[in-house]
């Protein structure tokens, strides 16, 4: 997990995917399992978005979610989270090469 330099993002803009691991724009940064466990949220998620220089704001391509409840901890969140992490990913990429995902301003806009 690295913030990537403003000189960086600005040369591949538009050309950056992070997988974010919730349901943005909720838990935004680092240990969102964690903070998720913290408000005892009722889904957890994972979210696909283009970089940019604004940390996990960058316009979204694709999100999941699925339900948790009072037995989960923070290591099951994180066990369940991996699974809509790969979903997740693998989704916005086949979108992107198949040049289904356009950007408009901090929107995406995805022709499915």
Do not use: C, W
């Given at each position: 997990?690295?913030?990537?330099?403003?000189?960086?993002?600005g040369?591949?803009?538009?050309?950056?995917?992070?997988?974010?691991?919730?349901?943005?724009?909720?838990?935004?940064?680092?240990n969102?399992?964690?903070q998720?466990?913290?408000?005892?949220?009722?889904?957890?998620?994972a979210?696909?978005?283009?970089?940019t220089?604004?940390?996990?704001?960058?316009?979204i391509?694709?999100?999941?979610?699925?339900?948790?409840?009072?037995?989960?901890?923070?290591?099951?969140?994180?066990i369940?989270?991996k699974?809509?992490e790969?979903?997740?990913?693998?989704?916005?990429?086949?979108?992107?090469?198949?040049?289904?995902?356009?950007?408009?301003?901090?929107?995406?806009?995805?022709?499915?």
């Amino acid at each position: 997990m690295r913030i990537l330099s403003p000189s960086f993002v600005g040369n591949y803009a538009g050309k950056i995917i992070n997988i974010h691991h919730s349901f943005l724009p909720a838990f935004i940064g680092a240990n969102p399992y964690r903070q998720a466990y913290g408000r005892g949220v009722k889904l957890i998620g994972a979210t696909a978005h283009f970089v940019t220089n604004d940390l996990d704001e960058g316009p979204i391509i694709v999100q999941q979610t699925v339900p948790v409840n009072h037995t989960f901890g923070t290591a099951e969140m994180i066990i369940d989270g991996k699974e809509i992490e790969k979903a997740v990913l693998s989704k916005a990429l086949r979108l992107v090469f198949q040049d289904r995902v356009f950007i408009s301003g901090n929107r995406t806009i995805i022709f499915e």
